[in-house]
């Protein structure tokens, strides 16, 4: 979606979720304590109007190691966090380093985590474990929720405020 839309002439804020934990992002999570990168690499890299090469290196993942599974571009945008002080300072960093079109904005600055309560009282931690619960249908969905909550990037809810069209893409 954003690879077409940094076509037009258009002004692009791309919010992104900051739950996820799986594969790599997860790794990174847990290991370094640093935000969530994997969505946010992929909106960058979206919206980069670097070379292809450079594209293929911000998703290489290392195959073997330590850091097996780990994209190059998660473990960028985390040393970015490190040297910057803070996430979206890093994101904003790699936007200039990757000469993107328009903005990648978190969707929050705070450490949290995605929940779901299912109807049988069973709760799902993660991204990771939701979306590979193949029971869902069967026994439905209670409740999604934050924990810890979290607030809005004022940020994010200024670019959302501002907009003349908002997509919604998964």
């Known amino acids: 979606m954003l690879s077409g839309l940094k076509e037009y002439p258009i002004n692009i804020s791309a919010i992104v979720s900051m739950a996820d934990d799986g594969g790599s992002t997860g790794v990174l999570r847990d290991e370094l304590g640093v935000f969530p990168p994997g ?6 890299v979206a919206l980069s109007d670097s070379s292809k090469s450079f594209h293929e290196l911000m998703n290489y993942r290392f195959e073997s190691g ?9 473990l960028f945008l985390s040393a970015l966090e490190k040297l910057n ?14 000469n993107v079109k328009g903005e990648v904005i978190p969707v929050t600055v705070e450490d949290t985590n995605l929940y779901m309560r299912l ?14 619960n193949y029971d869902l249908e069967k026994i439905g ?12 990037n004022g940020k994010a809810v200024k ?5 003349d069209m908002i997509v919604i893409d998964p």
């Open 39 to 44: 969505d946010v690499r992929q909106c960058l």
């Open 85 to 98: 002080g803070g996430f979206s300072r890093g994101v904003e960093e790699a936007a200039k380093i990757l």
């Open 119 to 132: 109807k049988n009282g069973k709760i799902l931690k993660g991204e990771k474990k939701i979306n590979h």
């Open 159 to 163: 670019a959302i405020l501002e907009a």
């Open 66 to 74: 330590r850091i097996k599974g780990c994209s190059f571009g998660n």
């Open 141 to 152: 969905i209670r409740k999604n929720y934050l924990k810890p909550s979290a607030k809005a």
